[in-house]
Each structure stands twice: as structure tokens, then as C-alpha cells.
């Protein structure tokens, strides 16, 4: 058997063990290593290749870049489990209250702050589908608006930075954190202002579906609202602020930015009286298994990438994208269908370590800025995170719904939102400046 056939099937093998559900870190080591006898029987390759897999393991458990994931992971989870992230939702629901679609703009302010603030997608639509949902639901705000802000609103982790999405991104291209962090910061929060201009239609044009809260719940006015407001935002804020601005201007690296940002975590939930040993050690246990899980598909997948460039795959893919009818335009199309399509099946880690490595090398011949094509498909994971069937932050509302809210509303809910996502992801390629503008 040639390699010119080997290759091919192993990326098939591959995806089929992959969406048939079985784990994907297994999937991938136990592809590479049935291939690699394949390819050492076949005469195609020698089990000297495989003494380099100690040393690229060792490499990745000694990348200083990818250390920042559990900080960011531990930070966004510190300030969910002691009920920080609850703190703010109810206060600035409050604060938007007497607004038609109030409650919905509240919903798209918080659900920025907390993709600053954990970069993970499942702790933020998790947090808020527990805790806005049933308000939203109960003083008469429309089940499909109710159920498609939050989903919306829960995935902008993915390109909001500090994401953890980018920092993998940005180990995966061979960029600069800081750079895809500076690029995604205009598209994320167009994103946000989208979101919040569709809930203030709804409230114009369908005043129905989004209620203001009566006045019998706005317990807290005036001048002790706006109190209150500043007691319960401005430390979040403040945090953000620190971790994000200190990576922007080089004062720190990503991993030292994360790792104050996790010690501020622990000191706000301090402050406010909200440490307890019950919050410390969920938020451990979650950032601990989330790394893990990182990590062995890192392997699983390192495995993988060595055999198949042993049989030649790297050039296979290389040769197949570069070759592409239209160049950097059939490139774009072919990587973002690709994405998407793979974005209802598996997690964004997955789809970073698997597909990113095969498109970035076949992007750098033809040109293409790999700051801006990282941004891209950040936009487009999110998309795909919440598409139905599979989209996975559907799956996470479902999980903390109430009955009467059904999985056909929830399915139908997203629709306007992810219109508003194409139409984001398609202004950032029309328009690339919106990414570009710190770096030219």
C-alpha cells in the first residue's frame, strides 16, 4: 500500500472513530499507532519516527503558552461557583429593568463581561440559563427570545478575549496571543452590539415579547441602584481590565496575566464573603478535569500529526488546499465549511488540534494574515456552537431549562442569532481592518 493512500485513510479513520463517538484524544493516539505499524510493515516508515514522540510530549507539557488555559478556565469557574457572575446578572437586570427588552439587554451586557471573565462557553450559558432564564420566563418575555439571547449571548467566550478558544488558537497558528486577543476584541463586541440592537427590535416591533419588569420588582432605585451597580460591576470589571489590558500592552504574557487573573478571582469571592471551601474546590475540580482533557487530546493528537506527516499527509493536505479553485477565496470557503460542519459534532480543543495545524501551513503559502484567519474561525466556531442539532451551547441550555420550555423553542430561538453571526463573520472577511487595525 503507497502513502499516497495511507494518508487519505488514516484522516478518514479518523473522523469516522471521531463521530462514531468515541473519544477523540483515543481516537487519535490509537489511529497514529495502528497507521504507524501499517506504514512500518508497509516499508513506508520506521519505528525510529516513533522515539520523537517522548520529546514533542515533553514540548507540549512545557509550552509556557498553553499554561494560561487552566488560569483562564480556573478564573471564569472561581467567579461562577461563588455566585459572583449571579451578583452581577440580577444587579444589572435591575439596572435595565424598566427598559422594554430590559432583561435581554442585561442578558447580552453580563454575557460580555462574563466571556471576559472565563472564556468558556458552557460556564457562561450554564450561569445564565440558571439564572436569567426563569425571570425572563416569568414576567412574560417570549420562550424563543428568552432561550436565543442567552445561547447567543453564552458563546460569546468564544471570541470575546481572554478566551481560551484564542489562546489555543493562537499556540495552534504559531501567533501571538496578544495579537489575536487585540484582533478579536472589535468583532467580539460588534457581536454583543448585534445581539443587543435585535432585542431592542423585538422590543419596538414585538413589545409582547419583551416586557419591562413590573414595578413591584425593581425593590432597589435611584441612587442605591447605581450604588449597588458599581459595588457589584466595577471589581469584575476591574479584573478584566487588568488581565486583558496588562497582555495588550506587553506589561504581561498570557500566563502571567491568567494567573492574576485566577489570584483576583479568589480575591474578589474573598471580598465579597463568597470563599468557601465548597467554591475553591468545585473550581479546582472543574479546571482540573477541562485540562486534562486538553492535554490528553494535545497527545492523542501530537501522536497523530507524527504519523501522519511520516506517511506524507502534511503535503497531501497542503497540496489538496493550496490547489484549490479560487486560491485564498476557495481556501476561506473550504475551511469554513469545514469548521462548521465539524462544529456540531466536536468540542472547539478537538477542532483546534485536529484541523488547525493542517490549515495554517497551507494559509501561510497563500499569504492569508494568520491573525485575522484565527479570528475567522473563532467567529465561525461560535456559530457552529450554537446550530442545531448538535450545537453544543444548546445542549448546556437544555440541561438547566425548565420543562416548559421545549427543545423545539430552543431550536427555533437561535435562528436570528446565528443570521447575526454569518452576517459578523461574513463583515470580518469583506471587511478584514475590523481585525487588522492595531497590527496594519
Known sequence: MSGDVLAPLMFAVALILIFSGYPVAFALGGTALVFAFVGVEAGLLDWQLMMALPDRVFGIMSNYVLLAVPFFIFMG???????????????????????????????????????????????????????????????????????????????????IPPSVVLVVLADQLGVSVGDLFIGALVPGLMLAGMYALYAVGVAVFRPASAPALPK??????????????????????LLIVVVLGSIMVGVATPTEAG?????????????????????????????????????????????????????????????????????????????????FILGFFIDFFE???IIIPLLAPAATLLGIDLVWFGVMIGMNLQTSFMTPPFGFALFYLRGVAPPELTTQQIYRSVVPFIVIQLVGLLAIILWPQLVTWATG
Open 77 to 159: 469557574t472561581m467567579l461562577e461557583k461563588s455566585r459572583l457572575a449571579e451578583d452581577l446578572l440580577k444587579t444589572i437586570g435591575m439596572l435595565f429593568g424598566p427598559l422594554r427588552g430590559g432583561l435581554a439587554l442585561a442578558v447580552v451586557f453580563v454575557g460580555a463581561l462574563l466571556a471576559a471573565a472565563t472564556g468558556v462557553v458552557g460556564a457562561s450559558v450554564v450561569a445564565m440559563g440558571m439564572i436569567s432564564l426563569p425571570v425572563m420566563m416569568r414576567y412574560g418575555y417570549s420562550n424563543e427570545l428568552s432561550a436565543g439571547i442567552i445561547t447567543a449571548s453564552g458563546t460569546l467566550g468564544q471570541i
Open 216 to 237: 413591584h420588582e425593581r425593590t432597589v432605585t435611584g441612587a442605591k441602584l447605581l450604588r449597588r451597580v458599581m459595588l457589584v460591576m466595577m471589581p469584575p470589571l
Open 259 to 339: 494567573a492574576l487573573g485566577a489570584v483576583g478571582a479568589i480575591l474578589l469571592a474573598a471580598v465579597s464573603r463568597r470563599l468557601s471551601r465548597h467554591a475553591l474546590v468545585a473550581s479546582m475540580d472543574a479546571t482540573t478535569k477541562l485540562t486534562a482533557m486538553v492535554m490528553m487530546l494535545l497527545v492523542g493528537s501530537t501522536a497523530f500529526a507524527l504519523v501522519f506527516r511520516g506517511l506524507n499527509g502534511d503535503l497531501w493536505i497542503e497540496h489538496l488546499l493550496t490547489n484549490l479553485p479560487g486560491g485564498v477565496v476557495g481556501l476561506i470557503i473550504v475551511a469554513n465549511l469545514a469548521i
Open 351 to 353: 477542532i483546534a488540534f
